[in-house]
């Protein structure tokens, strides 16, 4: 009997079907959704690639996959036991950078940040009354075991709290995520030549490698090969 080789693409193809699901082969992105989106996943991965805590980026795609119209995969070089403050504020700025990137190159934004959004600003939550990482409130933990952190009955309130004392929550949350959001911009406007060249590799070929992703940060030419 003859033997099937597996190749590279056959392995990714299946991890990222762990990821995210089937690949969307009958579901052609319109131009403009195509070439919204990858801004977006520039976004992440550039904003990713100049914040020192995370990740290097593995995989970047715009094939719409499960929910996801794009996908930026970074993974660890080493294994992590513990997570820090400093990468937590890190990645809410990565997970902003998508909805940064839809703002600078089409001075309009879409709805496509909505988990990204959720997720950071949980993380930002746990950050102020799970892992007491805010000067304002103290390292004490203001939500027990059986309190919704993110989603309880009062939205983003925790129930064993004051007014006073879920006041001085959110006003922390809105902190982190403001200053995540300006620094995700800075660095984006302080590579825009940059968002564009990766938006553009993205739309013409929908999927780039972690390398071709660094070659085109590096400023190397033509780096997609095909």
């Known amino acids: 009997?003859?033997?099937?080789?597996?190749?590279?693409?056959?392995?990714?193809?299946?991890?990222?079907?762990?990821?995210?699901?089937?690949?969307?082969?009958?579901?052609?992105?319109?131009?403009?959704?195509?070439?919204?989106?990858?801004?977006?996943?520039?976004?992440?991965?550039?904003?990713?690639?100049f914040l020192p805590t995370q990740d290097e980026i593995h995989y970047i795609t715009v094939i719409p996959?499960?929910?996801?119209?794009?996908?930026?995969?970074?993974?660890?070089?080493?294994?992590?036991?513990?997570?820090?403050?400093?990468?937590?504020?890190?990645?809410?700025?990565?997970?902003?950078?998508?909805?940064?990137?839809e703002s600078i190159a089409n001075d309009d934004i879409s709805t496509g940040a909505a988990n990204d959004i959720e997720r950071a600003t949980k993380l930002a939550r746990d950050m102020v009354?799970?892992?007491?990482?805010?000067?304002?409130?103290?390292?004490?933990?203001?939500?027990?075991?059986?309190?919704?952190?993110?989603?309880?009955?009062?939205?983003?309130?925790?129930?064993?709290?004051?007014?006073?004392?879920?006041?001085?929550?959110d006003k922390e949350v809105h902190t982190i995520i403001e200053t995540a959001y300006k620094r995700g911009e800075q660095i984006l406007k302080d590579n825009v030549d940059k968002l564009h060249a990766v938006a553009k590799a993205l739309v013409e070929n929908e999927k780039i490698t972690g390398e071709e992703f660094t070659a085109i940060m590096e400023g190397k030419e033509n780096p997609i090969i095909e």
């Open 1 to 49: 009997r003859g033997k099937t080789l597996i190749g590279m693409d056959d392995i990714e193809d299946a991890y990222m079907k762990t990821l995210t699901g089937p690949q969307k082969k009958s579901r052609k992105m319109p131009e403009r959704e195509k070439k919204n989106t990858a801004y977006h996943e520039a976004g992440h991965a550039i904003t990713g690639y």
């Open 65 to 101: 996959r499960g929910r996801a119209l794009g996908l930026t995969v970074s993974l660890p070089s080493e294994d992590k036991f513990s997570k820090y403050k400093r990468e937590m504020e890190e990645e809410i700025v990565m997970l902003l950078g998508g909805r940064i990137a």
């Open 129 to 169: 009354v799970k892992y007491g990482m805010s000067d304002e409130l103290g390292p004490i933990l203001y939500a027990n075991s059986n309190d919704e952190v993110f989603l309880g009955r009062d939205y983003g309130h925790v129930e064993n709290c004051s007014e006073a004392v879920n006041s001085k929550i």
